[in-house]
């Protein structure tokens, strides 16, 4: 399939989406003639030399921006006077969300706004999701799927709308991998790589990946972190890049014992590996100083003491305080080798 189809509506969505912007237009024609990423980039370049007077036009300039990675471009787009309020408010709080997850406080904050514009107010569901996954409740997506999907029948924008169906992709994906329904997380991660993405969310979609087989197949977990390492380098995202070699990819080799020739910086994932190796002092020392040990770090710990109550602990946390049943499954695997090896 040719770029410029992939943001084309359906005979289904045509019936709503009758205000093709500007922006639509343009970077539909150029899909036809270069290639995505140049297509992109001209994109960009038309919008931030141009001003948009129609509020849905304006809107689909934003997300364009933000869903491209243009996140400079998008700053400076919502410090501009003629653009809407509303706008600027909500994509205000998604460019903060880039430097700093949002808190419990930002959520009851969010809770509180109101939007009168279907597509506003869909985007403000989106918003709504992400700072429940901030503050991991990652049963957050369950009560907002239902009214997401009504907004996004109400949206008449189709570039806006292409975006919307790609966020809704991505946190349907986070929905299904936090409640351990692999195949139809998998399902969504695929739809979603396959769209066109801007390198940083390719970049970001196979790193989850990379995570979702980390139990069933080491070298499936460790084939989608080197896409995501390609992707990091080719883009020079330093803090990914340090991400995926101090702690994705030494935490998959020390999962699967296969810890030769990995190195890390990360005191935890030091830990992980202290414990491959059979240095169970050398794990304990490091895990039994951290302060407020996270459901992940007490897994390392038991597994290093042998300790099946703080294994069923961290598993009961991972359940409890996060809703995530597909980490909770670590301690379980914990759990089992310790059984056998007695």
Not at 288 to 301: A, E, K, M
Request: glycine residues 2%; charged residues 25%.
């Amino acid at each position: 399939m040719s770029s410029h189809h992939i943001i084309e509506p359906n005979q289904i969505n045509r019936v709503h989406l009758n205000h093709f912007s500007p922006i639509y237009e343009f970077y539909h024609q150029k899909l036809k003639v270069d290639s995505l990423k140049g297509a992109r980039e001209s994109t960009k370049q038309y919008i931030v030399s141009s001003v948009f007077s129609a509020f849905e036009d304006q809107l689909t300039a934003a997300e364009f921006l933000y869903m491209n990675d243009y996140f400079d471009e998008l700053n400076q787009f919502i410090a501009t006077p003629p653009y809407h309020q509303d706008i600027k408010k909500l994509y205000r709080i998604v460019l903060d969300r880039k430097k700093t997850p949002l808190t419990h406080k930002d959520l009851d904050e969010i809770k509180k706004l109101s939007f009168t514009h279907p597509s506003l107010r869909c985007m403000h569901l989106f918003l709504l999701v992400y700072a429940h996954y901030d503050v991991r409740k990652y049963a957050g997506m369950d009560n907002y799927s239902e009214d997401i999907l009504e907004m996004m029948y109400t949206i008449n924008e189709p570039l806006f709308h292409y975006y919307m169906r790609l966020r809704f992709d991505e946190v349907t994906f986070h929905h299904y991998w936090k409640t351990n329904h692999m195949i139809l997380a998998k399902k969504f991660a695929y739809k979603y790589i396959n769209a066109g993405l801007a390198p940083r969310k390719q970049l970001t979609m196979n790193h989850h990946l990379s995570l979702c087989h980390v139990f069933e197949s080491y070298e499936a977990s460790m084939h989608y972190v080197n896409i995501a390492l390609k992707f990091a380098e080719e883009n020079k995202f330093s803090k990914s890049i340090e991400i995926i070699n101090n702690q994705t990819i030494p935490f998959i080799s020390s999962f699967h014992g296969k810890t030769e020739k990995v190195r890390t910086s990360d005191p935890v994932e030091t830990a992980h590996q202290a414990i491959v190796k059979g240095d169970y002092t050398k794990a304990i020392r490091i895990l039994s100083s951290i302060q407020s040990p996270t459901p992940y770090q007490d897994s390392y710990l038991g597994l290093a003491k042998k300790d099946l109550q703080l294994l069923r602990k961290a598993k009961d946390r991972f359940v409890s305080d996060y809703r995530d049943l597909f980490f909770a499954q670590l301690p379980e695997y914990y759990m089992k080798r310790i059984i056998k090896a007695l």
